[in-house]
């Protein structure tokens, strides 16, 4: 069955970093776009980073825009987003999820697979 695994979440300084994954299985890895989404505590999902595993295009929310990193191995069906000088306000529960697309999408209908998220914290 298809499965999205998320791990790597935790509780960082402001100003540190953390590396997410995402272990995909179940499906044809290199016919899907992997979005990463947040849910902050009383926020609606917020896309923030999103790769192409067939085309290689990757697009990010300004606000993570320099910061995060989105990367992929094909080889391992695993995505990684690469998260530099976090803030106080990237704590969420972080989510990857699967689009059966050569494009991305910021939008959470548009996707067909969810994993169960990780909680990132960003606190002093």
């Known amino acids: 069955q298809v499965q999205l695994v998320e791990s790597g979440g935790g509780a960082v300084q402001p100003g540190g970093s953390l590396r997410l994954s995402c272990a995909a299985s179940g499906f044809t890895f290199d016919e899907y776009s992997i979005g990463w989404f947040r849910q902050a505590p009383g926020k609606e999902y917020e896309g923030i980073s999103c790769i192409s595993n067939s085309v290689g295009s990757t697009n990010y929310l300004a606000s993570v825009q320099g910061r995060f990193t989105i990367s992929s191995d094909n080889a391992e069906n695993t995505v990684y987003l690469q998260m530099n000088n976090l803030k106080p306000e990237d704590t969420a529960v972080y989510y990857c999820?699967?689009?059966?697309?050569?494009?991305?999408?910021?939008?959470?209908?548009?996707?067909?697979?969810w994993g169960q998220g990780t909680q990132v914290t960003v606190s002093s």
């Open positions: 999820a699967a689009r059966f697309s050569d494009y991305c999408s910021a939008t959470v209908d548009e996707y067909d697979y």
